[in-house]
């Protein structure tokens, strides 16, 4: 696993230190070879559209009430994670260390390479695949990317869109790719092509 020197500021054992810390049992070891070099940017809210509840944090720790709403029966059973979390207010959760592989990709590729879940590192943003998503949210996103990047070799960042096209659609039209380049202050390489951010100077 390609890794960068220690920045203790941020992380221990692959957990970051400003994040509220919520431990998922959805995880697993990644490849020996595993080199760490793309963030997927995904879109959740349980049920969809509705915000603000502890549902998305119970789904990640296998303890949604499947019966709590009607939808959650079309989704019963389903183990899932992400690495991070960040809601609608800003506050991020951390449910995986970035050194484990967390269950968010699914069938995927990307940059050459099948199942990014192996070497990728997964951000939900509460909210839905054609809604916006709050300015503080994108704050706390470039934030996070600042700190993945000193701790990994990241060189990507994409949507699940992007790495599962026709079978995913988040984040979606809203999500602002030319406002997060702005606040990241990285070069056009790092995003997805045909996304705003390849068009800002």
């Given at each position: 696993?390609?890794?960068?020197?220690?920045?203790?500021?941020?992380?221990?054992?692959?957990?970051?230190?400003?994040?509220?810390?919520?431990?998922?049992?959805?995880?697993?070891?990644?490849?020996?070879?595993?080199?760490?070099?793309?963030?997927?940017?995904?879109?959740?809210?349980?049920?969809?559209?509705?915000?603000?509840?502890?549902?998305?944090?119970?789904?990640?720790?296998?303890?949604?009430?499947?019966?709590?709403?009607?939808y959650f029966a079309s989704i019963r059973g389903l183990e899932v994670s992400a690495h991070f979390f960040i809601t609608r207010e800003g506050?991020?959760?951390?449910?995986?260390?970035?050194?484990?592989?967390?269950?968010?990709?699914?069938?995927?590729?990307?940059?050459?390479?099948?199942?990014?879940?192996?070497?990728?590192?997964?951000?939900?943003?509460?909210?839905?695949?054609?809604?916006?998503?709050?300015?503080?949210?994108?704050?706390?996103?470039?934030?996070?990317?600042?700190?993945?990047?000193?701790?990994?070799?990241?060189?990507?960042?994409?949507?699940?869109?992007?790495?599962?096209?026709?079978?995913?659609?988040?984040?979606?039209?809203?999500?602002?790719?030319?406002?997060?380049?702005?606040?990241?202050?990285?070069?056009?390489?790092?995003?997805?092509?045909?996304?705003?951010?390849?068009?800002?100077?």
């Amino acid at each position: 696993m390609t890794l960068l020197p220690d920045q203790t500021q941020y992380w221990i054992d692959g957990w970051l230190t400003t994040a509220q810390i919520t431990p998922s049992p959805n995880f697993g070891p990644r490849p020996p070879d595993a080199n760490i070099d793309l963030l997927v940017i995904h879109s959740i809210s349980l049920p969809p559209g509705k915000f603000g509840s502890d549902h998305v944090k119970a789904l990640f720790t296998n303890n949604l009430d499947w019966d709590a709403h009607p939808y959650f029966a079309s989704i019963r059973g389903l183990e899932v994670s992400a690495h991070f979390f960040i809601t609608r207010e800003g506050v991020v959760s951390q449910f995986v260390s970035c050194d484990l592989r967390a269950w968010h990709a699914g069938h995927s590729n990307y940059r050459g390479r099948d199942h990014c879940n192996d070497d990728s590192i997964g951000i939900e943003l509460e909210g839905i695949e054609e809604g916006e998503f709050e300015k503080i949210q994108y704050t706390k996103l470039a934030e996070l990317c600042y700190a993945l990047r000193q701790r990994y070799p990241i060189a990507h960042i994409a949507g699940h869109e992007h790495i599962a096209p026709g079978r995913k659609f988040d984040p979606g039209k809203g999500f602002d790719w030319a406002l997060l380049r702005q606040l990241t202050t990285l070069p056009k390489h790092f995003f997805p092509h045909g996304t705003s951010a390849i068009f800002q100077p």
